[in-house]
Structures are given as C-alpha cells and as structure tokens.
C-alpha cells in the first residue's frame, strides 16, 4: 500500500520515498513517477510513505538530479537506489535548496 500516493504526480521527475517501519528511503527517477512508484509496489511487502519529490521534464536534468541527490547520500548507501533513513536529512536539505521541489 502506498501512503499519500495522490500526492505523486503523474509527471517525469525525481522521487523520495520510506518504507515504513523500516529505515530505508529510496530515491528514484522517472517519466512518471506515480506510475513508477506505484510499479515498484508490487515488489516491496511494506507500507511507503512519499518524503518528497522534484518534477522535472528534462531527462538529463532528471538523471543529474538523482545523481547529486545520491551522492549527497552515498556514505549511506544500502544498495542501488536504497539509503538508510539516517541520509533522510541530506536528502530534504538537497529538496529544501531546489524551488521545484515539493516536500510532503
């Protein structure tokens, strides 16, 4: 089940989202981010909650944006696209600093 997924919209960008219960965020990109996150439901046997997320019609805008977002979270890195929560607070201070973000 995805907490707070009308939130999402259907529109290319980059995502952020917490699997509740569990200390992992994950940060995604797409041409359609509530279609993707709603996709990747199907995979994950946990409850998520949307953190925030960036609309952003360039690709290669899009791809920088997850890249500096996952950088900025690297020393926190699970695997792939997945963090510990305790990179939570660089990634909202990266959100924080770019005006097209939204913040949930």
């Given amino acids: 089940m995805l907490i707070n997924w009308q939130s999402v919209p259907d529109a290319p960008g980059v995502y952020i989202y ?36 960036i609309e952003i019609t360039d690709r290669e805008d899009r791809r920088w944006t997850e890249r500096r977002i996952h950088e900025a979270a690297s020393a926190h890195r699970l695997r792939s696209e997945c963090f510990s929560v305790e990179a939570l607070g660089r990634v909202l201070s990266i959100l924080a600093m770019d005006t097209r973000a939204t913040v949930v």
Wanted: glycine share 8%; aromatic share 8%; net charge positive.
């Fill in 18 to 53: 917490q699997w509740i219960g569990h200390p992992i965020i994950k940060v995604g990109e797409s041409r359609s981010m509530r279609t993707r996150i709603r996709t990747q439901l199907t995979a994950i046997p946990f409850d998520v909650r949307v953190v925030g997320y």
